[in-house]
T-cell receptor, first 112, second 115 residues
Framework: GENVEQHPSTLSVQEGDSAVIKCTYS??????FPWYKQELGKRPQLIID?????GEKKDQRIAVTLNKTAKHFSLHITETQPEDSAVYFC???????????FGTGTKLQVIP | GAGVSQSPSNKVTEKGKDVELRCDPISGHTALYWYRQSLGQGLEFLIY????????KSGLPSDRFSAERTGGSVSTLTIQRTQQEDSAVYLCASTLGLAGGETQYFGPGTRLLVL
C-alpha cells in the first residue's frame, strides 16, 4: 500500500518568512495529493490539493508543487502569519474510491 | 448542509468497559474513515468503508476494536475491554468517494478518556 513520509516534524519561522513542508510517497500510481491544516483543538480541514496532471497549484499565500519523477510534493506558505500556526498533514491517494494515506504531520509555529 | 457529526463529544469510562462511538457522515458520501489521534500526535488510520465493498480494517490496533456501517450511512466504532492506552480523540471523516470528490470532511471527534 501507499506510504507517505513527511518532514520536518516541527518547524518554527518568523512572521513574514516562508515555510516549506515536504512529503514523499511510495506508490507511483498515486495521483491525488491533498494538504490538511489542523488548528489546536480543531478538526483537520483541506487547504489545498493537487493532481498528478499539474506540477504546481497556488491559492493566495499557499502553493503546492509536485515532482512525479521523484515522487515528492511540497507545501509552500509565503508571508507567514501567526494564524498559520497549526499542524499540517500531507496525504496521497490513487484517487476516487481509493483510500487516502496521511503523512505524520508537521507542527508549524509562526513567531510574531 | 450539515457536516459530519459524532457522538458523544466526550466519553469517560473505566478500564475494562466497552464503548461505542458514533459517526453520522454527510448525506450522499459513500466513503467513511475512522482515525485515532493521541495528544500531539498524527492521524492514525483505523478503518475505511467504501460503498458496499468490504471495509479496509488494516489499521485496527487489536481485536478489541471493531466498526460497522449500517445502510451505507451511520457508522459505529466499538472498543471492547477498554485500556488506558485507548485514550485519544477518535475522528471520523467522510468523502463523496468519486474522482474529484476525495476531500475528507472531518467530524469534531469524540474525546475518549479511559480511567
Amino acid at each position: 500500500g501507499e506510504n507517505v513520509e513527511q518532514h520536518p516534524s516541527t518547524l518554527s519561522v518568523q512572521e513574514g518568512d516562508s515555510a516549506v513542508i515536504k512529503c514523499t510517497y511510495s506508490d507511483s500510481a498515486s495521483n491525488y495529493f491533498p494538504w490538511y491544516k489542523q488548528e489546536l483543538g480543531k478538526r483537520p480541514q483541506l487547504i489545498i490539493d493537487i493532481r498528478s496532471n499539474v506540477g504546481e497549484k497556488k491559492d493566495q499565500r499557499i502553493a503546492v508543487t509536485l515532482n512525479k519523477t521523484a515522487k515528492h510534493f511540497s507545501l509552500h506558505i509565503t508571508e507567514t502569519q501567526p494564524e498559520d500556526s497549526a499542524v499540517y498533514f500531507c496525504a496521497g491517494s490513487t484517487g476516487g474510491y481509493q483510500k487516502v494515506t496521511f503523512g505524520t504531520g508537521t507542527k508549524l509555529q509562526v513567531i510574531p | 448542509g450539515a457536516g459530519v457529526s459524532q457522538s458523544p463529544s466526550n466519553k469517560v469510562t473505566e478500564k475494562g468497559k466497552d464503548v461505542e462511538l458514533r459517526c453520522d457522515p454527510i448525506s450522499g458520501h459513500t466513503a467513511l474513515y475512522w482515525y485515532r489521534q493521541s495528544l500531539g500526535q498524527g492521524l492514525e488510520f483505523l478503518i475505511y468503508f467504501q460503498g458496499n465493498s468490504a471495509p479496509d480494517k488494516s489499521g485496527l490496533p487489536s481485536d478489541r476494536f471493531s466498526a460497522e456501517r449500517t445502510g451505507g450511512s451511520v457508522s459505529t466504532l466499538t472498543i471492547q475491554r477498554t485500556q488506558q492506552e485507548d485514550s485519544a480523540v477518535y475522528l471520523c471523516a467522510s468523502t463523496l468517494g468519486l474522482a474529484g470528490g476525495e476531500t475528507q470532511y472531518f467530524g469534531p471527534g469524540t474525546r475518549l478518556l479511559v480511567l
